[in-house]
């Protein structure tokens, strides 16, 4: 907690005193809360106030989904739009999902024709996604299937009161002998791969968190495994915490050194 705040005030100190800087982030609305609860931080955000991104309207869905389909000669049945924006309409954060499901949609148009039938296959907005993730595990070997439970459950942030997130790994965390598997499951699309600028390593996170709060098998997977990822990311807190006091003495006797 300490650390958050240094680096919370360390932001506020650049944006308050430094010409020139221009500070652009993004903040989840169900956080919104726990970042009010600090008085500098919520102050600023008084002083310079948030752009809201509303959702989509109906209209607006429905051009997004029917006009790029129509730009390039495909026809979707009547009462699919409709069908698909009544799933998503109200519901935050289901534009991803959308992405995922009219992708997968794409790849079952039958005589340049989208179908309600073929909606309903692929599980819809809702289930596209899960569904898709069980069909790419259930094609792994045992050994692929244990090894993708150990990646997963290190990709998922446990919630202190609050829902379970994605997190972003580093290669060591989920095991260079793991990145094979990881790539393969990137390519599935149950994965997206970067990398950390700062430590020069390979970095992978869960695609949209629908996977945490829907898909059973890592649902299973955190309720057996909660204790033991709760500890080891305290343990991973207080490992960095070590790190940088033994860095800052290590510069302090370098400086007293010189100085003598």
């Given at each position: ?5 240094l680096f919370?005030?360390t ?15 993004t903040?989840?609305a ?9 008085q500098p ?5 008084q002083e ?7 959702p989509m309207?109906?209209?607006e869905?429905?051009?997004?989904i ?7 000669g495909v026809?979707?049945e009547?009462?699919?739009?409709e069908?698909?924006v009544?799933?998503?309409h109200?519901?935050p ?6 992405e995922?499901?009219?992708t997968q ?5 039958h ?13 819809g907005v809702e289930?596209?996604?899960?569904n898709h993730?069980?069909?790419v595990?259930i094609?792994?070997?045992q050994?692929?299937?244990?090894r ?6 290190q ?6 009161g ?9 290669i ?15 390519s599935?699309?149950l994965l997206?791969?970067?990398r ?7 970095t992978v996170?869960i695609?949209?968190?629908t996977?945490?709060?829907?898909w059973?098998e890592l649902?299973?997977?955190?309720q057996?495994?909660r ?14 915490q070590w790190?940088?006091r ?8 370098v400086?007293?050194?010189?100085k003598q």
């Amino acid at each position: 907690e300490a650390e958050r705040l240094l680096f919370l005030d360390t932001l506020l100190t650049a944006v308050n005193n430094l010409p020139g800087f221009t500070l652009v982030l993004t903040l989840r609305a169900d956080f919104c809360g726990r970042v009010l609860e600090y008085q500098p931080f919520a102050q600023a955000l008084q002083e310079y106030p948030p752009e809201l991104l509303i959702p989509m309207n109906r209209q607006e869905l429905q051009e997004a989904i029917a006009l790029p389909a129509q730009q390039q000669g495909v026809s979707l049945e009547s009462g699919l739009v409709e069908r698909i924006v009544s799933d998503i309409h109200q519901q935050p954060g289901k534009l991803p999902l959308l992405e995922f499901a009219l992708t997968q949609l794409w790849t079952k148009q039958h005589q340049s024709v989208l179908s309600l039938q073929a909606y309903t296959e692929i599980g819809g907005v809702e289930q596209a996604l899960t569904n898709h993730a069980e069909q790419v595990y259930i094609q792994l070997d045992q050994v692929d299937r244990q090894r993708a439970k150990q990646i997963l459950i290190q990709l998922v942030q446990p919630g202190e009161g609050t829902e379970d997130t994605r997190r972003i790994a580093t290669i060591t965390e989920v095991g260079e002998d793991n990145w094979d598997l990881v790539a393969k499951l990137a390519s599935a699309r149950l994965l997206v791969t970067g990398r950390d600028r700062i430590k020069d390593c390979g970095t992978v996170e869960i695609v949209h968190e629908t996977l945490i709060r829907s898909w059973k098998e890592l649902k299973l997977w955190m309720q057996q495994n909660r204790d033991f990822r709760s500890w080891q990311e305290r343990l991973r807190m207080a490992m960095v915490q070590w790190k940088k006091r033994n860095d800052n003495e290590a510069y302090y006797e370098v400086s007293c050194s010189q100085k003598q």
